[in-house]
């Protein structure tokens, strides 16, 4: 029998109420025991005295890049950056080559994930191809594995297409997570349309690009009562979009990312590709939106729209592809630009990013109650550190904190009662 002990954490659960110093017990990969002093003479002992135990990090906005871009990442090493930020599930994007349009890649992906060091969900396609042409058989894609639903990279531009999609999705019982982006506005836009764009001579996106989207999804989900979730949402009058369909009733939920919180259009200043991302960085009355959609329930979770590309790809800042990896720095964003401002309480982030995004995908995670599964993350939530893009653990460096002090440090991660990321050197 697998036994493992963590010793004198500071316990913090986001599904439930409890935030106290205490011990946790897993056995054969489910939580057997929390809280208070507890014995057990044949465990493996972690000494977790001075750190936080907290539900392992469930991101529901990954790329993982295979099958097809694994020059970027794949799946094994996709999840072994998730360990070390803490991540122990996430749900993987559909715009791969080929696309994961089919029954045979979601189960392929399913299967090389078996041994990675987080629990791979599938989102798959909406359309075939992700051309917005005609719908796959979302049936199947469910029946061979798939929780959810998407083309991100790019929306369903055909209306009907999407409208049909929710309807049945509906049915099915699957999250359908939509990439809103009005592609005739944003067309060859690379950066926020603004003063920066102005300054730097680059063509923009306008806000409206995300915001019209953002309408459409929300009209289609009002008109006929269906859920929709809006990803990386990053615009000020999207926020406002959101929050006014919940008080009418909309079943409408939301996620942002980190860089949207922390972070603005004045990064690009630098010419420096990294920066890029769709949706891009927007302007401080954005950021400072986004930050009050999170404070007042308008945006549900955290996830962080991870998105490696190579070096070469990013060297060219007009024509490299847009993304950011984030999964190793989200945590440490979330304390440094909220918790530490004293923005959101730790409980409340942690909620952001674990039982928020596991309530709303379905899936058993987000929690330390006794019978979970044992995915936690212990981290030191007053660490400081600077993030070293040489140092991460997956493929790519485009990371959008790079050089960045944060505060919060993952010192060890467990999924499924199994240690996957031990940080070296620990104190």
Same mark, same amino acid.
Request: proline fraction near 4%; glycine fraction near 8%.
């Given at each position: ?162 409208? @049909? /999609? ?66 990386? !949402? ?26 949207? =919180? ?44 991870? /998105? ?8 060219? =800042?007009?024509? /490299?592809? @847009? ?63 600077? !993030? ?40």
């Amino acid at each position: 029998m697998d036994r493992l002990l963590i010793r004198g954490a500071r316990i913090l659960d986001p599904s439930g109420t409890m935030d106290e110093t205490g011990d946790i017990l897993i056995t054969n990969g489910a939580i057997t025991a929390v809280g208070g002093k507890i014995s057990c003479e044949d465990a493996e002992v972690i000494d977790a005295r001075g750190l936080a135990a907290a539900p392992g990090l469930v991101d529901m906005h990954v790329h993982l890049r295979d099958p097809g871009f694994t020059e970027k990442e794949d799946i094994l090493t996709g999840c072994r950056a998730a360990a070390a930020g803490g991540v122990t599930s996430l749900l993987c994007m559909p715009n791969t080559n080929p696309a994961v349009d089919t029954p045979e890649t979601v189960r392929d992906i399913l299967e090389k994930a078996r041994t990675a060091d987080a629990r791979v969900y599938v989102a798959a396609a909406i359309t075939k191809g992700l051309k917005s042409e005609e719908l796959n058989d979302l049936a199947a894609l469910k029946e061979a594995g798939a929780i959810a639903l998407s083309d991100d990279g790019r929306p369903v531009v055909n209306t009907l297409l999407m409208a @049909n /999609a929710l309807r049945l999705a509906a049915e099915l019982k699957m999250r359908v997570v939509s990439h809103c982006e009005d592609l005739f506005l944003s067309q060859g836009g690379k950066i926020n349309e603004g003063a920066v764009s102005e300054r730097l001579g680059v063509k923009g996106v306008p806000a409206a690009a995300e915001d019209c989207g953002t309408a459409r999804e929300i009209a289609i989900a009002a008109a006929y009562g269906v859920p929709v979730h809006i990803c990386h !949402v990053s615009t000020k009058t999207s926020v406002a979009l959101i929050r006014d369909a919940k008080r009418r009733g909309v079943r409408v939920t939301a996620e942002t990312a980190p860089h949207y =919180f922390a972070l603005t259009e004045q990064e690009l200043l630098s010419r420096d590709a990294d920066y890029r991302m769709s949706p891009p960085l927007r302007a401080e009355e954005d950021r400072l939106a986004v930050i009050e959609g999170l404070r007042d329930g308008t945006i549900d979770a955290i996830a962080t729209d991870h /998105a490696p590309h190579t070096p070469a790809e990013k060297a060219d =800042f007009l024509a /490299a592809p @847009n993304g950011s990896v984030g999964m190793e720095t989200s945590l440490a964003a979330g304390i440094t630009y909220l918790v530490n401002r004293q923005l959101l309480t730790l409980t409340q982030l942690l909620s952001l990013m674990s039982a928020a995004p596991a309530a709303l995908l379905g899936i058993s995670a987000g929690t330390l109650k006794v019978g979970a599964p044992a995915d936690l993350v212990l981290f030191d939530s007053c660490e400081s550190w600077t !993030v070293d893009p040489d140092r991460l653990h997956g493929k790519s460096r485009n990371a959008v904190f790079k050089g960045k002090e944060l505060t919060g440090k993952v010192k060890k991660t467990v999924c499924g009662g199994k240690i996957v990321f031990d940080e070296p050197n620990r104190r």
